[in-house]
């Protein structure tokens, strides 16, 4: 009791401290939901209004009426019209226009039954995201229109020879996200790297801040033991962990719309360890570096930007050389970035999320273990 006693009076004084740094309390608690806010607003691969020219060598009513298919998805804009294809690049070039739309001489009586419909869709290559978007959105509304013109010629074939011939009828569904919005898949990775932030930058900043100003030396010199003395200091920085985990699930589901169909009872006891784990990693910075800048730049450079980069929070692990899936598997958050993914998506429970959590649970077993180890290490 006297040990649980002493651990919390070491967690009062680091709670006092950080209600005392005027700068700590808004990077722990407000920085994460700007962050959140900003990135959520700005990380997005959803293209609308594409400025369109269009290239009508026809100038029928078919013509016109292609054209409004393409306005009225929602997904062009019409940015200008030409008469000849040579004048499209400088439209592309001076970027006034993403898309050109090209209707060929003879549209309207292809349309109507009398020959092969020629038409040409020309996309800005610069921005490669927005170019596979704009030529996929304007496949899908090619293909409308054929299977319509199709459709329409089978039925006049039907009345002239009634001889139904076989088709295929493809109903393509999509579950969990049925309109492909890239918020519901960048938000909860971000919110994983909210808490990664919270949890190993800053408190590696923290400790290494008190070996700076010989706090944390005149903490040794005490009857206070080491464990205790690493308990105090990091279950204050786990708690305002699962502070901004309420908070930024939060704006995740209400400001932005993303469904949470999982438990969140559940999301609290398998965001547990892998707090564990970005503490420990905090920790074993702060055991290995000198200064504040240091622990920035070793969290950043040596954990952070990795974890980000080989997780799948960003780019598909099944697209990286096999090497690279390799490393992958060594990295905690893949495991985590899985589990909130899981939560919020597919309404997941631990019969699904099993093999992920006792990964994370040994990952904050070992690097844990090692960090509190280091760490006794550097105060004797």
Request: aromatic letters at 8%.
């Amino acid at each position: 009791m006297r040990a649980l006693s002493v651990v919390r009076h070491v967690v009062t004084k680091e709670f006092l401290q950080l209600l005392r740094d005027r700068q700590m309390i808004p990077a722990l608690i407000i920085g994460p939901m700007v962050q959140l806010v900003a990135l959520g607003f700005a990380a997005t691969l959803d293209v609308r209004d594409i400025p369109l020219l269009l290239v009508d060598q026809d100038r029928t009513q078919a013509s016109r009426e292609m054209l409004d298919r393409f306005l009225g998805s929602g997904y062009f804009r019409l940015a200008g019209t030409e008469d000849l294809t040579g004048r499209i690049e400088p439209w592309l070039v001076r970027g006034r226009a993403q898309v050109a739309l090209v209707l060929g001489a003879g549209y309207g009586e292809a349309a109507a039954g009398k020959g092969a419909a020629r038409i040409q869709v020309i996309a800005d290559g610069t921005d490669a995201n927005s170019a596979v978007v704009g030529l996929g959105y304007a496949s899908r509304i090619l293909a409308a229109a054929g299977a319509e013109m199709a459709a329409a010629r089978a039925e006049a074939a039907e009345r002239a020879a009634p001889a139904p011939a076989a088709s295929i009828d493809l109903v393509p569904r999509i579950w969990y996200n049925p309109d492909l919005t890239t918020h519901w898949f960048y938000l909860p990775a971000i919110l994983a790297l909210t808490l990664m932030l919270t949890t190993m930058i800053l408190p590696s900043m923290a400790v290494v801040r008190e070996k700076e100003i010989g706090t944390l030396e005149q903490l040794s010199v005490t009857p206070i033991r080491p464990w205790q003395i690493i308990l105090g200091k990091l279950l204050p920085f786990a708690a305002v962990g699962f502070v901004d985990l309420a908070l930024v699930s939060a704006l995740v589901v209400f400001l932005f719309g993303v469904p949470f169909r999982g438990s969140y009872p559940l999301l609290f006891l398998l965001t547990l360890p892998f707090l564990v784990t970005m503490l420990g990693l905090g920790l074993l910075v702060s055991t290995v570096v000198r200064t504040q800048q240091q622990a920035m730049m070793t969290s950043t450079l040596g954990f952070m930007i990795p974890m980000v980069y080989l997780s799948g929070l960003i780019f598909p692990v099944e697209n990286m050389p096999p090497l690279f899936q390799w490393l992958s598997k060594g990295i905690p958050l893949l495991y985590y970035n899985h589990v909130i993914r899981g939560l919020f998506l597919k309404g997941s429970g631990l019969d699904v999320l099993w093999p992920e959590s006792l990964v994370l649970v040994g990952y904050a077993s070992v690097v844990f273990a090692l960090a509190a180890l280091r760490f006794r290490k550097s105060l004797d």
